[in-house]
């Protein structure tokens, strides 16, 4: 069956690493999400893509990174990771046309310590 | 002001009962709408899509006043498994795909 995974699902990183958590989906959408739950939020978007080659800034994108080399496949990077960025998160996809259901992935928990 | 407000709860209800949770969106011109479900230290999925006359789907009722941009959903003769977060979803009203914006979501636990 068709699925979006993510890995890992939990990680724990020093102040200032770089971290890349991976997401993968195999219904060939084209539309691909990240986003980061915290308490006392929504679910708030930090990048998504349309499809290859195409990133775009989310309302909460600064000190993460996306790259889109593959339809199946948008890994999400913390430059430099800080405290402020522990959070879950979360992965989605979409198809490319019609509705508005998103997919999640099982999200990632991540603790920067 | 947040696009989409939710009261947060928590729901405490015994089973069997009858419970409703409310929603308020702040774009007047949103066009689409949903209740997402979300379990404990798990994904977000969609429960159902709330269309403008109204709907429903066996326990669970959508309502959408856009007058008021007010959305609800009521679960009648609820059980264990009902026990979750609900997140209420509201499009902008834009096109494209990044366009949803999430609530906070509403706790909910119902009681043997």
């Known amino acids: 069956d068709a699925e979006i995974t993510q890995s890992p699902r939990h990680k724990i990183t020093e102040t200032g690493r770089q971290v890349t958590l991976a997401c993968h989906q195999t219904w060939n959408h084209n539309n691909m999400f990240w986003y980061r739950q915290d308490l006392g939020h929504g679910l708030r978007l930090i990048h998504y893509?349309?499809?290859?080659?195409?990133?775009n800034k989310g309302e909460v994108s600064d000190g993460y990174s996306v790259s889109r080399s593959n339809t199946e496949d948008l890994p999400l990077t913390l430059e430099s990771a800080a405290s402020s960025q522990t959070s879950v998160y979360f992965c989605a996809s979409r198809p490319g046309t019609g509705g508005h259901e998103q997919y999640f992935g099982p999200g990632t928990r991540l603790t920067v310590t | 002001r947040k696009e989409v407000e939710q009261d947060p709860g928590p729901f405490n209800v015994p089973e069997g009962a009858t419970v409703a949770f409310n929603c308020t969106y702040s774009?007047?011109?949103?066009?689409?709408f949903f209740w997402y479900r979300q379990d404990c230290r798990k994904e977000p999925k969609l429960l159902m899509s709330?269309?403008?006359s109204g709907n429903e789907d066996g326990r669970f009722t959508a309502q959408l006043n856009r007058a008021s941009q007010y959305i609800s959903l009521l679960i009648r003769d609820s059980k264990l498994s009902d026990s979750a977060t609900y997140l209420c979803v509201v499009n902008n009203g834009l096109t494209g795909a990044n366009n949803l914006f999430f609530g906070t979501g509403t706790r909910l636990t119902v009681i043997p």
């Open positions: 774009n007047s011109a949103s066009q689409s």
């Open positions: 893509s349309y499809g290859v080659q195409d990133t």
């Open positions: 709330v269309y403008s």
